[in-house]
C-alpha cells in the first residue's frame, strides 16, 4: 500500500507580519508527503532544478518516502513562489511565481507509483492532473486540490478532471467561484453531481468542513495563540486526511471521513506555527494523538433539556 502525490516541490520566500524567510523548502507535494508520510507510504512526482538541495531532497524522504520519480532538470531551476500575508492570515498576495522546472513539466510516473492504491493530484494544471490520473487506472482513492487560477483560465478542463475523482478538497472560496453558487453546500452539491463522492471545503483559521451524498461534518482549526506562517497548511491538511484514509484499507464511511479530517486538521496546526516545513519535520506521533484527542475534547457537547419559549 502507498501515496503517490503529483505536484509543487518549490522554494518559498514567505512574509507574514511575524517575519520573513528568504528561501526555504515549499511546495504542494512537499507539504502533503511530510503529512501524509506519518500513514503510509509516501511516493513523490515532481520537477526539482540543479539547484535543489541535498539537505532538502533528505527532508522530503522523511519517513521513507520514496523520491524515485522526483525528477531533476539539468541546467533547471526549482520551482519559485513569493507570498505575503498581512494580519487576515486567510489571505495572501503572490508577489513572485517562477515555474523554473515546472514550466514543461510531463510527470512520468514509474511502476510503483502507478501502481499506488491511493493518489494524490495537488495543485497543478488540469490537464496534467488528468494525464497522471489516466496512468493510475487502478487507484481505489484519488484526490484532487485546485486553484482559482485554473477555474479563472481552464475551467472546463478543471471540471473534467473533478469528474474523474473520488474527493474534491478546495478552499471554500474557490468551490463557490467554481460553482458560481454562493451557498457553501449547495457548491458541494454542485460538485457532487460532476462525479466525486466526497467534498472537502478549507476554510483557513476557521477550520474545514466535509460534505457527502447524505452528510455534512465540520471542525474548526485547532486553536493555537500563535500562528507564524499559513503556507502549505491546506496541502498538510491534505496529507493528514488522505493519508488517514490511506491506512483504513478502504473503509470511507462516515465516521472513518471525521477521522480523517480530526487528523487533517491537528496536521495543518502544526505546519501553521513555524515557517515552511520546520515544525512538521520534526513532528512526532504522540504530538499528534494528543491534537487529535484536544479537538474531540474542544469540539465536543451535551445537550440538555431546556424549556424553549413559545
Ligand atoms: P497552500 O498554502 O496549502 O496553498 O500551499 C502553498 C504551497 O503551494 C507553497 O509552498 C508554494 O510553493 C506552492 N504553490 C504556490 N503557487 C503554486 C502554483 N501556482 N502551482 C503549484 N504550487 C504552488
Not at 90 to 99: G, M, V
Not at 203 to 219: K, M, P, R, V, W
Request: proline share 4%; with cysteine.
Amino acid at each position: 500500500m502507498s501515496v503517490t502525490v503529483v505536484g509543487s516541490i518549490a522554494y518559498d520566500r514567505v512574509e507574514t507580519p511575524f517575519g520573513r524567510c528568504e528561501r526555504m523548502l515549499g511546495g504542494a507535494a512537499t507539504h502533503f508527503a511530510l503529512a501524509a508520510s506519518f500513514f503510509d507510504e509516501v511516493r513523490v512526482v515532481g520537477p526539482v532544478g540543479d539547484d535543489f538541495a541535498d539537505n532538502d531532497l533528505a527532508i522530503l524522504q522523511t519517513r521513507g518516502t520514496s523520491t524515485e520519480d522526483v525528477e531533476r532538470v539539468p541546467g533547471g531551476k526549482t520551482f519559485f513562489w513569493h507570498g505575503e500575508y498581512g494580519w487576515d492570515l486567510n489571505s495572501r498576495e503572490t508577489h513572485d511565481t517562477q515555474l523554473g522546472v515546472f514550466e514543461h513539466f510531463e510527470p512520468k510516473l514509474g511502476e510503483a507509483s502507478r501502481s499506488s492504491d491511493v493518489l494524490f493530484l495537488a495543485n497543478i494544471q488540469p490537464d496534467v492532473q488528468r494525464g497522471v490520473r489516466e496512468q493510475c487506472p487502478d487507484a481505489r482513492f484519488v484526490a484532487l486540490d485546485s486553484m482559482n487560477l485554473w477555474i479563472d483560465i481552464a475551467r472546463d478542463s478543471l471540471v473534467r478532471t473533478i469528474g474523474e475523482v473520488d474527493c474534491l478538497i478546495l478552499n471554500d472560496a474557490e468551490l463557490r467561484q467554481l460553482t458560481a453558487k454562493p451557498n457553501l453546500v449547495q457548491a458541494a452539491r454542485e460538485v457532487l453531481a460532476m462525479g466525486p463522492s466526497v467534498v472537502v471545503a478549507k476554510q483557513g483559521e476557521y477550520g474545514a468542513a466535509l460534505i457527502t451524498a447524505d452528510a455534512f461534518f465540520a471542525l474548526p482549526a485547532y486553536p493555537l495563540e500563535s500562528v507564524v506562517d499559513p503556507t502549505g497548511a491546506g496541502d498538510t491538511f491534505a496529507g493528514g486526511f488522505v493519508g488517514y484514509l490511506a491506512a483504513q484499507s478502504g473503509e470511507r464511511d462516515d465516521a472513518t471521513l471525521r477521522r480523517a479530517m480530526a487528523y487533517g486538521t491537528a496536521l495543518a496546526s502544526f505546519n501553521v506555527e513555524e515557517f515552511g516545513t520546520k515544525r512538521v519535520a520534526r513532528l512526532t506521533s504522540d504530538e499528534i494523538g494528543e491534537r487529535v484527542r484536544d479537538l474531540q475534547r474542544i469540539t465536543h457537547f451535551e445537550d440538555a433539556p431546556v424549556e424553549l419559549r413559545a
